[in-house]
C-alpha cells in the first residue's frame, strides 16, 4: 500500500520557519518527481515547488521563490519543505505528491504529473 504522509505543519507568527517533511512508503520514488501543493480554505489547490527525482532541478510558485526550498532525500524516501519567512497568506492545507517513475530533470507544476497524493498538514501563520 502506497503512503505519503506529511508532518511539520502547525501554528507560527508572520516570519517564522517551518519544515515539512512528506514521508513515502510502498513503493520507491527515487524516480519520479515529488512536489508540494497547497490549499487555502475556499481556494482551488495550487502549485507550490517540486523537484526532480535526482534532487537537481527544482522549481517554485512565485509566491514562495525565495522563501521555500524543496529537497529530497532518497535514501530515506524522504520530501522536504523549508518554508522561510512565513506570511499569513502562507495559510494553507499543505499536500505531497509524487508522480510515475519518469527519470525527468523537468519537474512538473501541474497536479496531473502526480499520481500519488499524502492527507496533507496544516499550516497556519498569523500576523
Known amino acids: 500500500q502506497v503512503q505519503l504522509v506529511e508532518s511539520g505543519g502547525g501554528s507560527v507568527q508572520a516570519g517564522d520557519s517551518l519544515r515539512l517533511s512528506c514521508a513515502t512508503s510502498?513503493?520507491?520514488?527515487?524516480?519520479?518527481?515529488m512536489g508540494w501543493f497547497r490549499q487555502a480554505p475556499g481556494k482551488e489547490r495550487e502549485f507550490v515547488a517540486a523537484i526532480s527525482w535526482r534532487g537537481t532541478s527544482t522549481t517554485y510558485a512565485d509566491s514562495v521563490k525565495g522563501r521555500f526550498t524543496i529537497s529530497r532525500d532518497n535514501a530515506k524516501n524522504t520530501a522536504y519543505l523549508q518554508m522561510d519567512s512565513l506570511k499569513p497568506e502562507d495559510t494553507a492545507h499543505y499536500y505531497c505528491a509524487a508522480g510515475s517513475p519518469t527519470y525527468s530533470d523537468y519537474p512538473g507544476a501541474s497536479p496531473a504529473r502526480y499520481t500519488y497524493w499524502g492527507q496533507g498538514t496544516q499550516v497556519t501563520v498569523s500576523s
Open positions: 510502498g513503493r520507491t520514488f527515487s524516480a519520479s518527481d
